[in-house]
């Protein structure tokens, strides 16, 4: 245990300190960044700074409060009240404000409002206009009546078997297979590259000679799958956290409801899925790299492992609209394609228990499995300098003479 540890400690801190691991690291943060940076400055050009103003010709709203509307990041203006449209349109022409909202006197049977303005009114002036009526509308209301018709309903489509449900306001948990699958086929690229780079360089400066002496075969792969397998773990944490960052400020800027409402159980499954995904990917670029000779050619070789990743993006459409399918189930059960079927499947669908625990069970048991096979294919090629082995003389225990 102690070598493989020594050995992981090596992998992981080479490749964390070199130029490439930190740019890749900190291209999320800059990108949140940036994005944010963008949207504040979306946001300020089509806000004004200026107060709102509006006179009630309806006598709906005489007493009526004009409180703060909620806590936003940039746009919260005040909302002045005048006694008469004269009035309003003198503090319009000197630039005391942005916006005249006139009430007419039909409101509550049309909602007729003229606006006047110089100039095309920023967002968050119909914004706050609206705030201030709709709370006040609702002001006598229950406080459980307010809250209901401001936030709308929460309208769940369920198939008529009940296999299949959605709701307009779950967009995170269909979005989030997605981009966690998204983000998964970029990491373990990245960190395959990593490991397809140093068993290739290892075997073809014949450092494996003197490395072997000291290791075992099944103790060196170990090592350096956990360790190549931390560094991409590592990067696709700091991503997650950035875009968490993100996420909430994008939240504080539009003032909408971004909150994902992924539950403990599905968090869980992707992964615990993931997990065994990469152990299983990186397992499988290092059998390549101890099969071919250089370094194009295990590129070449690893690009095979990518197509099935991302072959559920292939069959979203029919992943989504016929999850109880048996393509859709087929690719939630096979181990390369099911790290991001399964997640996508269950965010829109009720899946048996046993077709979970399948999942699981043959991920695990296929990312274990490579992981000895690529044990094996080190014993049976790695000090085979110049010569290429093949997969069937891996199985079989045959080497080059």
């Known amino acids: 245990m102690k070598k493989i540890w020594l050995i992981f400690k090596y992998e992981y ?178 960190s395959g590259g990593y490991l397809l780079q140093s068993v290739v360089d290892e075997k073809e400066n014949r450092t494996m000679e003197v490395i072997v002496t000291s290791v075992s075969p099944e103790q060196l792969m170990t090592g350096k799958i956990l360790g190549n397998l931390s560094v991409g773990l590592t990067q ?8 968490a960052i993100g996420l909430a400020g994008m939240q504080m800027i539009y003032r909408a409801d971004f909150v994902p409402s992924l539950t403990p159980d599905q968090i869980a499954l992707f992964v615990g899925l993931i997990l065994p995904g990469f152990i299983l990917i990186a397992a499988l670029m290092t059998l390549v790299g101890v099969s071919v000779t250089d370094m194009r050619e295990a590129q070449q070789v690893s690009l095979l492992f990518t197509l099935p990743m991302v072959a559920p993006y292939w069959f979203a459409g029919a992943l989504l609209q016929h999850p109880n399918h048996p393509l859709s189930v087929i690719m939630s059960l096979f181990p390369l394609t099911a790290v991001v079927s399964m997640p996508m499947r269950i965010s829109i669908a009720s899946v048996p228990l046993w077709q979970i625990l399948s999942a699981y069970i043959l991920t695990w048991v296929s990312a274990l499995a490579a992981l000895k096979l690529a044990a094996r294919g080190f014993r049976r090629g790695m000090l085979q300098y110049q010569h290429r082995i093949r997969l069937n003389e891996i199985l079989k225990g045959k080497t080059h003479e």
């Open 236 to 243: 696709l944490l700091i991503w997650l956290l950035f875009a």
């Open 13 to 190: 801190t080479r490749r964390v300190k070199t130029r490439g691991f930190i740019f890749a690291v900190l291209s999320m943060p800059l990108l949140v960044v940036l994005a944010m940076v963008m949207a504040v400055i979306s946001v300020s050009l089509q806000t004004s700074k200026l107060p709102a103003g509006y006179v009630d010709l309806s006598g709906n709203f005489a007493d009526a409060s004009t409180q703060a509307a909620a806590v936003n990041l940039i746009g919260d203006i005040d909302l002045i009240t005048f006694s008469d449209v004269s009035a309003g349109q003198d503090a319009l022409a000197d630039e005391e404000i942005q916006a005249l909202f006139v009430i007419q006197p039909d409101y509550i049977q049309t909602g007729a409002i003229i606006a006047y303005a110089n100039e095309r009114p920023g967002d968050n002036a119909y914004e706050r206009i609206q705030d201030f009526l709709q709370s006040n509308l609702l002001a006598g209301e229950d406080a459980q009546v307010r809250e209901r018709i401001t936030r709308g309903s929460n309208i769940t489509v369920r198939s008529l078997d009940g296999s299949r449900q959605a709701s307009m306001r779950d967009w995170f948990v269909v979005l989030y297979p997605f981009l966690t699958g998204l983000i998964f086929i970029i990491v373990i690229n990245i």
